[in-house]
Each structure stands twice: as structure tokens, then as C-alpha cells.
């Protein structure tokens, strides 16, 4: 069974540092992995996808890696925002099944 | 880019009643959509996969008679909780894959939030 995990569970930072999340998986036979971003009491906006055969992908701030062969994916944030608060899932894909999300990771940019 | 959406954004109910939750994919047809439920300060798990035209597959500790899903058109699934109780009150989010997308991606609904008292 897939299990996908992340670290930190929580984390504050002042802004404009750049920071990494992390995000592992147990069954590296992934479709695709997915970050997504999670205001309170709202749903999902995804940020980035990233299919099994690529490595990164980018958008704005944001870039996201993906090791297949590890399990891990990391998601980079330059120049972190107080509007960038929230908290940010990850997620994979095995075959054509629903996702499997990750327990989250609550960011606090203090500004 | 594919919409979802879901009504109604919020509900709340007497114990022992029904809620039915609607989920529609507004620009795409979805042959499978997806039942995720989320309580406060936890991730999303998924309760159900739901497929037009057949029988929803529920996930372990689900309850499909509680649970009631029904996905009678490629663009509308819908969740009812029946004889809700406090314990059901949660943020239920809806996801569908584009059938003719690439890649499988799935689009979120904004998700219902269901308070039982």
C-alpha cells in the first residue's frame, strides 16, 4: 500500500527565505505526483504536476523535483511570501487510482 | 482550464438526516470521480471511486450504505451521508479525471464542508 509522507509536519520562516519541503513516497511505481496548497477551511490549488518520466517542473517561485527511484520529491520556494501561509500537500498517482496525499506541511511566513 | 464544482460549499443538519453533496464537471466529462474526506488538521482520504454507469468502489471502513454514491452522467456524481451523524461532520472534496486528458490528472472540486449537530 502506498504511503506518502512529508517533512516537516510544520514550519515557520521570516520572509524572503527560500525553503525546501519534502515529500516521500513508499512505491516508487508512481503515474505522477502532485503538490498541491491548502488555505484553512478552503480546497485544493494545485501547483505543480509532475508526470513519472520527468524530473522537475516550475512555476513562478515554485519548483518541484521529483527521484523516482528514491521515493522523493522536494518542493523549492525562493523568496517566500506572508501570502505563501498555507498549508501545501503532496500527492502521487498509482495507475489510474485516486490520489494518495501526504499528511501535509503548514507553512508560516512571518513578515 | 477543467472545472469542478460542488454543492452546496457548506451544510448543516439535525442528527439523522440525509445530505446529498453534489460534484459536476462544468467543461470535461468524467468517467471517474473520486470521494476524498478530510477532518480539521489532517489529509484527505479517500472514501470512494465512483464510475458512470456502475457501482462505486468504497475504500476499507467505509460504509457504502452510509455513503451513497451515484454517478448517473459523465458531468454529475453525487455523495449523500444518510442518517448523518456528528461524527460524520468533516470537509468532503470531490475529484475528476478528464477522460480525454492526458496524464489522468484529476481536477478538485472547492469541497463541502458538513457540520451534523
Known amino acids: 500500500k502506498q504511503e506518502v509522507t512529508q517533512i516537516p509536519a510544520a514550519l515557520s520562516v521570516p520572509e524572503g527565505e527560500n525553503l525546501v519541503l519534502n515529500c516521500s513516497f513508499t512505491?516508487?511505481?508512481?503515474?505522477?505526483l502532485q503538490w498541491f496548497r491548502q488555505d484553512p477551511g478552503k480546497g485544493l490549488t494545485s501547483l505543480l504536476l509532475?508526470?513519472?518520466?520527468?524530473r522537475e517542473q516550475t512555476s513562478g517561485r515554485l519548483n518541484a523535483s521529483l527521484d523516482k527511484s528514491s521515493g522523493r520529491s522536494t518542493l523549492y520556494i525562493a523568496a517566500s511570501q506572508p501570502g505563501d501561509s498555507a498549508t501545501y500537500l503532496c500527492?502521487?498517482?498509482?495507475?489510474?487510482?485516486?490520489?494518495?496525499f501526504g499528511s501535509g506541511t503548514r507553512l508560516q511566513v512571518q513578515p | 482550464g477543467a472545472v469542478v464544482s460542488q454543492h452546496p460549499s457548506w451544510v448543516i443538519c439535525k442528527s439523522g438526516t440525509s445530505v446529498k453533496i453534489e460534484c459536476r464537471s462544468l467543461?470535461?466529462?468524467?468517467?471517474?470521480m473520486f470521494w476524498y474526506r478530510q477532518f480539521p488538521k489532517q489529509s484527505l482520504m479517500l472514501m470512494a471511486t465512483?464510475?458512470?454507469?456502475?457501482?462505486?468502489?468504497?475504500e476499507q471502513g467505509v460504509e457504502k450504505d452510509k455513503f451513497l454514491i451515484n454517478h448517473a452522467s459523465l458531468t454529475l456524481s453525487t455523495l449523500t451521508v444518510t442518517s448523518a451523524h456528528p461524527e460524520d461532520s468533516s470537509f468532503y472534496i470531490c475529484?475528476?479525471?478528464?477522460?480525454?486528458?492526458?496524464?489522468?490528472?484529476?481536477?478538485f472540486g472547492p469541497g463541502t464542508r458538513l457540520l451534523v449537530l
Open positions: 475529484s475528476a479525471r478528464d477522460r480525454g486528458g492526458q496524464g489522468g490528472t484529476q481536477y
Open positions: 512505491d516508487s511505481a508512481i503515474y505522477n
Open positions: 509532475i508526470q513519472s518520466s520527468q
Open positions: 500527492a502521487v498517482t498509482v495507475g489510474r487510482r485516486a490520489l494518495t
Open positions: 467543461d470535461f466529462q468524467a468517467t471517474t
Open positions: 465512483s464510475n458512470e454507469g456502475s457501482k462505486a468502489t468504497y
